[in-house]
């Protein structure tokens, strides 16, 4: 639109962008947050499903959707050490989110990215995550790009 200035809002224009969203969202079907959700206090509902005691093992991050309409997904990120990979360890902690922690919280996609070039995809497929995409680009390690899986199982 010919004569409109484009900036970043800055900090004294909080209640006017607070405002237009909230405006937005009260009209807007699609958007990600149900009218009022965004300026709600944010609750985290991530929890991380651990292996091991003293020490540790390995982890499984599940982050919650935050706003209703996305309440019922979890992002998952597992971390094995590397010498205890290969014994099971990732596939326990998974075992353990999809039968007893995701339904106890009312999950029902589980969803992560994978790198192309990780072998452990083919965990996430013996488990049932289906590849849906490919995220090209999707980082940058030591300066070059890598394309990442988006996978997702549904409970």
């Not at 991380?48 to 982050?63: K, W, Y």
């Not at 790198?115 to 940058?140: D, S």
Request: charged residues 25%.
């Amino acid at each position: 639109m010919a004569g409109v200035i484009y900036r970043v809002a800055d900090a004294t224009e909080r209640p006017a962008v607070a405002e237009l969203w909230r405006k937005v969202e009260s009209d807007a079907e699609f958007m990600l947050a149900e009218p009022g959700e965004r300026a709600a206090p944010l609750e985290d509902r991530s929890f991380e499903v651990v292996a091991g005691r003293n020490p540790l093992l390995g982890t499984l991050r599940v982050a919650v959707g935050r706003f209703q309409r996305v309440a019922h997904c979890g992002h998952l990120v597992l971390g094995v050490l590397p010498s205890n990979r290969g014994q099971g360890i990732g596939t326990g902690l998974l075992h353990t989110l999809i039968n007893h922690e995701a339904p106890e919280r009312g999950l029902t996609r589980l969803q992560l990215n994978v790198a192309v070039e990780n072998p452990a995809y083919r965990l996430y497929q013996r488990l049932g995550f289906t590849i849906e995409g490919v995220r090209k680009h999707a980082v940058i390690v030591d300066g070059n790009p890598r394309d990442e899986y988006a996978m997702a199982l549904l409970l």
